[in-house]
């Protein structure tokens, strides 16, 4: 991972951001504005990335209520 190119490190790290988001609202750690904040603090370049991960990973896990 680490000999990879610096995008592609930060889409693996957005990718693990995003799983953990749809976890922690799932247990309710996490509430739909703190995940707002998530998007909002990432570079322009990202965000679309990031939304497309925590909509997969919200599919995946079974929940439907979009978390964002």
Same mark, same amino acid.
């Given at each position: ?14 990718? %693990?951001?995003?799983? /953990?988001q749809?976890w922690?609202? !799932?247990?309710? &750690?996490?509430? @739909?504005?703190?995940?707002a %904040?998530?998007?909002? /603090?990432?570079?322009?370049?990202? !965000?679309?990335? &990031?939304?497309? @991960? ?13 978390v964002?």
């Amino acid at each position: 991972l680490a000999r990879r190119p610096e995008q592609e490190r930060q889409k693996v790290e957005l990718d %693990k951001q995003a799983a /953990r988001q749809v976890w922690q609202c !799932r247990r309710h &750690l996490a509430t @739909r504005d703190d995940v707002a %904040k998530a998007i909002t /603090r990432q570079p322009e370049e990202y !965000r679309t990335y &990031l939304l497309e @991960r925590l909509n997969y990973y919200r599919e995946v896990k079974g929940s439907h209520e979009q978390v964002y």
